[in-house]
């Protein structure tokens, strides 16, 4: 009895006494340019669950038990932290005046920005997670985001939906695919700068969170400086100009404060031929302060974006036309028109509630998101395909042919497709003049409405303790429709699937005019809540947390149409998709000394699949993935974290396995089953991702800092799935089709081939030279390497092997010869060269800076990833087709921008 009382005091004594030997620092934080102090600067021990703030005055102090060598380290949002060495004793340590100097390297923020909503422009690349850094110290995760970033670097391969942002602690990644949609606060660069980011694992104020990271917007105007700025911009990489302005208030006397922001960015095309950019943005938020506990903030962002679209391109059309060229643009009256438009309005309001004391603060808010995502396409009825690059219009056609290769039909080609490479809108509205339209321009539409409600606490228990609780709810209703934009010079559309003469909407109007909705019609409703509790435990020398999360979610179909190809399963309600899913993470710091500790994370989650993989074919049926499994991803990451005067750094080693993920695809195929548009459903697909992570940063002088980052992964399909494909008309053999309309197609064998998640070799050397006169030049040299495209999954199967003409296996289909066919090779590894620099001026409390960059200074052109086509999905046809070396179905591409540059300026008083 006695020997189990002395370990339960043991064991529960660290929770109740504190250290009786505190040490007081002290000291006052002072804007370097103005001499006036600085309030609500973080003040911290690095690597020690210790912070401060300094008040209005811009002084600050701070009582630890803490003893031994430790770096402060001094932030405030736009300017450049501070890490001051320290020896702490038992005596109070007065650190006099800290200058902070403004950091103009924000600007490559917009840099980021717009390298984020290119690629999520485009349906077939997977969303880069690079955005979900802007607000990290590390110097890895800096890299990777601005230097990595414009070759579609992923850390650690995982896409953004591994990431959550939030706004004021309310979550907004999308329920459709997970990803946060940036366009939704894109150019408000001003106002969603004040932000809070945990790597990786690490416990969040806020949400239970992701594998990737949380990002928090601060949206209260009294978090912003007050005070009014100016920017102007130009570029050649999405945008060719950028205008914007902001006001805010601060916290006057009476507890209010305010602030706008409002931006506006054009081009007639951006980097990439064709692609217009047309955008503008607003912000306000007004701010109540009663008390120093309350806080009341309302709200309100519109970003409009609209863009034009580019595709992927094979290495045959790469060397016609150029690693610029895009086919869905044509001139028409002497303008650019572009069949391939993306438009995003979705408003946002929002209402927080903040209370915060010395022991305990409650985040609460709700907020109603609205509008519109349309993507605008050119489709085609009974009529030639308009798109330049259509395989039957280049020379590999007629190198290919099954009868021997014409090599004068295929130099008629190339000349023919170098004479007019672009959408031909002339011939289409000819195609168009009798009346029934032959082409119609239309908008996929996605009009969504979205109620949130969310709240977060914190309660410190002790110097030692701290629990974290939150619940968050969301529920939305999507209608997903095709509606008419242009029909081109035709006086209506005939609403019939040309392929199978069947009715679209079976109760509706055959006749379509501009504006109608067509092809289908269909709403989604889905719910989603969840809670989370985390604690928090420090001590001198190790902390830890332990955080769990519980989520349900509900997802359902309502059929607004009734198909004719399917009259039993198109209209009304489809069965209710049901998730229930846990999920814990923990971690461990252990601080060999002040200036240099251990970490381990470690998490076991269980995540619904989205939307997007929910249904096989929402635009035309209620059916659902069979035998749906929710997603299970484990990870583990160790770290080593070196803080000194000159030297920083942290390595890092991680592992992580998602298992049971569901993937649908959608393609035209030729396979040994049938040739038809389908829907490709991949289930029990498990996905490895493993590497290791390094980024230093050394201090040579005052002003002259060296950097050097890497990161090796290796990401890889962990499992051989189970693939279906669903077809869309009577295409496929009737005796193979089951009841659910679909085709069972065995195992993919594709274990250990490559995951097409960005570079998974990337290697990075920085200098940069800051002079006291206030101005600041660096260079980086990047490389990368063992990228890989998206490999085609049909391929893999069984039925690859089968002849559709006998139904028998190709007798020539050895392992061998396949094995020549299916290598997956890298793409080319290459090295990129940046620049930046920049000046700033202060006269009469009047700040003036400017900033530029130059992107891959050599102008080198190089590959960001592409995909595998599946439309020879047996292997005769692809044999055939690669014969001459220049395959009709090659890869096709994503080439990333050369020499681009980026020229800011900023005026503030």
Known sequence: MRIAFVVLLAFALPFFVHAQNKIMLSGLVVDESTKSPIEKVSVSLMGAETETYTDIAGRFTMVSSLQGEYILYVFYNGFIPKRIPINLENHPLDLGIIYLERDITLEKTD???????SELSDDEITSNSSGLLQATRDVFLTRAAFDFGQAFFRVRGYDSRNGVVSINGIPMNKLFDGRPQWNNWGGLNDVVRNQQFTNSLEASDFIFGGILGNTNIDTRPSKLRSGTRLSASASNRTYAGRLMATHNSGLNENGLAYSISGSRRWAKQGYIDGTLYDAFSFFGAIQYQPSEKHTLALTGIFASNRRGRSSAITEEVFELAGNKYNPYWGSQNGKTRNSRERKIEEPLLMLNHFYESDMFSLTS??????????????????????????????????????????FISANSAKEGFLENPQT???????????GKAAYVLYDDVSSNRQLILSSTANLTINENLQTDFGITFRQLSSDNYAQIFDLLGADLHEDIDPFSNTLNDINGNTGKGEHDIFNYNYRINATQWNVFAQLRYNRNKWNAFLSGGLMGTDYQRNGLFENQRFPNSSFGRSEMVNFSNLGVKGGFAYKLTGRHWLTAHGAILYRPPTLQN???????????????????????????????????GRATAYYTRFQNTTDINFFFVDAGVGSDFVQEVLTDLDKLHMGLELGLEYQLSASVKFTTVAAFGKYVYASDPSVSINFDTAGAEEDLIDTEGSIDLGVAKIKDYKLAQGPQKAIAFGLEYRDPKYWWVGATANYLANNYVNISTITRTPSFYLNPDTGLPFADATPENVGRLLEQKPLENFYLLNLVGGKSWLKKGKYVSIFASINNLFDTVFRTGGYEQSRNGNFGQLQQDNLSGSPSFAAKYWYGYGRTYFLNMVFSF
């Not at 840099?111 to 909503?117: K, M, P, V």
């Not at 259509?390 to 009868?403: A, D, G, M, Q």
């Not at 809108?425 to 003049?433: C, E, T, V």
């Not at 659902?624 to 030297?647: A, C, F, G």
Request: proline share 8%; no cysteine; net charge positive.
């Open 365 to 406: 808010g709700i907020a109603y998101q609205f509008g519109i995502s349309a993507r605008s396409r050119l489709g085609y009825y009974n009529a030639p395909n308009p798109d330049p690059t259509y395989y039957r219009y280049l020379p590999s056609f007629y190198f290919n042919s099954p009868i021997g290769a014409n």
């Open 424 to 434: 031909d809108w002339a011939k289409i509205y000819a195609a168009n003049s009798q």
């Open 614 to 648: 929910t249904f096989v074919n929402p635009r035309e049926n209620n059916q659902v993935v069979p035998n749906l499994k929710s997603e299970m991803v484990s990870t583990i990451d160790l770290n080593y974290d070196m803080r000194l005067p000159k030297l920083t």
């Open 111 to 117: 840099n980021l920005i717009t390298l984020t909503d």
